[in-house]
């Protein structure tokens, strides 16, 4: 295909990350998949089948020296980067009073500084492209708080304002960066809340459901498709959060 995309995209062994990953080599895209640990055969072999070139490379987005590893590694199998998705997060609630300062730092490491390290060493490709595309996933959390959850909406709303800024940095030379807020989304965490947390959860929602993985990657797969779309936060909710 005439118009085939480099994508990376972190986290992206489950959930989100899983699902934007598919999308791409559905779509016959080279996409270089990342996670935390190793991904499994069967999954591999689920990537294979879809078309385009998945190209698995494991390790932890907080670790700096890996983060210039990764993007080395794509640069010279593939001579360019396209996209970059930075998926991979975690979460470590807890209320205020009860939150260490181990489960503070490693959720901003990892929400925040991995999305740091991985833009800033895939601007640099991008930069020398004159083209590229940043796509952070911040969350609904990051725009207007969520209790037990202060450490994960701090990253998040730092995800936020990281994105603005490097959007004005990066535009002059064609780059363009911008942020998704998934509100509830379908997945193992979703799964695991009680009926009654659903429950209030539904009632936040004008749409009355929660969104699925493959809605977010559509929006991601919009907005790497578009170069006059920059320093945005594009929400991904049900009509949860309503910004006039």
């Known amino acids: 295909m005439d118009n085939k995309k480099v994508v990376i995209v972190t986290g992206s062994s489950r959930g989100i990350g899983k699902a934007i990953a598919t999308l791409y080599l559905k779509q016959g895209h080279t996409v270089v998949v990342n996670g935390r640990s190793e991904f499994t055969p069967e999954l591999m072999d689920y990537f294979n089948s879809l078309g385009g070139e998945v190209h698995p490379i494991v390790g932890d987005i907080s670790d700096e020296s890996f983060v210039k590893e990764m993007i080395k590694e794509t ?8 996209v970059l998705v930075n998926n991979a997060g975690r979460t470590k609630d807890n209320l205020l009073i009860r939150m260490s300062e181990e489960d503070f730092d490693s959720t901003l490491t990892v929400n925040l500084k991995g999305t ?3 833009a800033r060493e895939a601007a640099k490709v991008m930069l020398k492209q004159r083209s590229g595309h940043i ?13 037990g959850q202060a450490n994960y909406a701090a990253s998040k709303a730092g995800v936020i304002g990281f994105t603005k800024s490097i959007a004005k940095e990066l535009a002059p030379r064609g780059v363009v960066a911008n942020a998704i807020a998934p509100g509830f989304i379908e997945s193992d965490m979703t799964e695991s809340l009680t009926d009654d947390i659903k429950e209030q959860a539904l009632q936040s929602i004008p749409l009355k459901r929660l969104g699925t993985a493959e809605e977010v990657a559509e929006l991601v797969n919009f907005l790497s498709d578009q170069k006059y779309i920059t320093g945005q936060v594009l929400h991904v909710d049900g009509g949860m959060v309503m910004n006039g």
């Open 75 to 82: 640069k010279k199998t593939y001579k360019r980067i396209d």
């Open 116 to 118: 740091f390290f991985t």
């Open 135 to 147: 796509i952070n996933i911040s969350s609904v959390v990051g725009t207007v708080g969520n209790v």
